[in-house]
């Protein structure tokens, strides 16, 4: 089941913080986040496993709520390089180990 | 190193053409997934190949779409008659393991148009 991503939309002005959340109606093992900026391919920002591990970038915070099956990335002080679309991936116990579910997206809008 | 490459980078064909669609992932990784991405959508996962395990397909939209991966290195989507509706950027990523637990490295897609 693809996991629902809210908001759907958001503007900023540089420097405010933004929360992106995303959850599942599955037990989740994994959540991966990607950033796509128009026109390029998406690139990893951090993945959260199971258990409390966590790998990406230092810059970026996220968090992985298990009981919840929920997720949320954390923008602080954007930059006008934080905007872009947002993509949660699950990885859930009913699909193929590896196999990752994405959501739709959550546009990210920074101003000056 | 060398990232995930794609060919073509463009790709414009009739409805009803067969088109394929190549992927090269970064060597050594064993993951190699292929997504579909329409204007304004999300990632719409296709089909997975860990290793030499068989591909998970429960993506596939139809039987009109088909993937190979030769030698645990190159992959080929392939559409079979294609339809309007077959229109998107077709992306391919590659990871070193199981794509659940390594971060996924995408390639630059292929966008198919089917007039």
């Known amino acids: 089941q693809q996991p629902v991503q809210s908001p759907q939309a958001v503007i900023l002005r540089e420097g405010e913080d933004a929360v992106i959340n995303c959850s599942s109606s599955?037990?989740?093992?994994?959540v991966h986040w990607y950033r796509q900026k128009h026109g390029e391919a998406p690139v990893f920002l951090m993945i959260?496993?199971?258990?409390?591990e966590q790998k990406g970038h230092e810059k970026i915070s996220a968090s992985f709520n298990e009981k919840k099956q929920q997720s949320s990335l954390y923008l602080t002080a954007s930059q006008l390089s934080y905007s872009g679309t947002y993509f949660c991936?699950?990885?859930?116990?009913?699909?193929?180990?590896?196999?990752?579910?994405f959501g739709k997206g959550t546009k990210l809008s920074v101003k000056p | 190193g060398a990232g995930v490459s794609q060919s073509p980078s463009n790709k414009v064909t009739e409805k009803g053409k067969d088109v394929e669609l190549r992927c090269d992932p970064i060597?050594?990784?064993?993951?190699l997934y292929w997504y579909r991405q329409s204007l304004g959508q999300g990632l719409e996962f296709l089909i997975y190949?860990?290793?030499?395990?068989?591909?998970?397909k429960s993506g596939l939209p139809s039987d009109r779409f088909s993937a190979e991966r030769t030698g645990g290195s190159v992959s080929t989507l392939t559409i079979q008659r294609t339809q309007q509706e077959d229109s998107a950027v077709y992306l391919c990523?590659?990871?070193?393991?199981?794509?659940?637990?390594?971060?996924?490295?995408f390639g630059p897609g292929t966008r198919l148009t089917v007039l």
């Open positions: 959260l496993l199971k258990g409390g």
């Open positions: 190949f860990q290793g030499n395990s068989a591909p998970d």
């Open positions: 599955k037990a989740l093992y994994s």
């Open positions: 990523a590659s990871s070193p393991g199981s794509g659940a637990y390594n971060e996924q490295f």
């Open positions: 060597s050594g990784h064993t993951a």
């Open positions: 991936g699950t990885g859930d116990y009913g699909g193929s180990q590896g196999n990752l579910i």
